[in-house]
């Protein structure tokens, strides 16, 4: 990828570089999680890019999370890395999607959906630690952008890949899940684990009274 250095940019990502591991994380009501970020023009070269993606994987393992966007390390660049092993049973496998996900850096990515299906599943966000929520978004998107060495890709991501790429894409628009969740949902993760851990949200729903995607309100 070219490079037009941007120094402000270099000395903050140095800075960065150089600090505590794994990266800590910005949780929200920092401004950084709510600014458009800059598209990933080469501002950073090649070698200063590489370390901050294995610098941005090392904290996604540590968390441990599925996704972490650039902001949420307080880089205000359209950059986000994924990966999932899925450590899910069966039953919850076939519910949600969830397959494992190799690690993929994604830079400048831009989603839309595809169909008009949409899958509500409990999500949460390293950077509202604590909580989670049900969020009805596309079972099925077109993810468009590069990976780390500018080569442009053009793919449909289904199942809970489909759910990490918009989770993280939004992170590069300034939204967080919490923008688009259904607010009676929210949940501490204890409760999540302790009465809705089942593979689909029906029963969270009668109990908290939020309504799911094509279900109607008794
Ligand atoms: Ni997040």
């Known amino acids: ?12 990502v140095d800075a960065l570089l150089d600090g505590q591991r794994p990266l800590p994380i910005v949780a929200a009501g920092d401004p950084v999680l709510r600014r458009p970020t800059a ?6 070269g090649d070698e200063r890019l590489h370390r901050l993606i294995l610098a941005m994987r090392e904290s996604l393992h540590a968390a441990p999370g599925v996704g972490l966007a650039a902001p949420q390390v307080g ?48 999500e949460g966000c390293l950077s509202v630690p604590g909580w989670q929520a049900v969020v009805a978004r596309h079972a099925r998107v077109r993810l468009r952008g590069q990976d780390e060495r500018g080569k442009a890709f053009d793919e449909e991501f289904a199942g809970w ?8 894409t939004d992170h590069l628009d300034g939204t967080l899940y919490l923008d688009i969740a259904e607010t009676r949902s929210l949940s501490s993760t204890q409760d999540v684990l302790e009465r809705w851990s089942q593979p689909t949200p029906e029963v969270a729903a009668g109990e908290l009274g939020f309504t799911l995607p094509g279900a109607r309100r008794a």
């Open 1 to 12: 990828m070219g490079f037009t250095p941007d120094t402000t940019l270099i000395q903050h």
């Open 161 to 168: 890949p489909a759910r990490i790429v918009q989770h993280e």
């Open 39 to 44: 598209p990933y023009e080469g501002q950073l």
């Open 75 to 122: 880089i205000a660049l359209r950059l986000a890395v994924i990966e999932d092993p899925a450590p899910v049973t069966d039953e919850v496998r076939e519910a949600r999607g969830r397959v494992p996900l190799p690690f993929r850096v994604l830079v400048n990515p831009v989603y839309e959906g595809v169909g008009d299906t949409r899958a509500a599943f409990f």
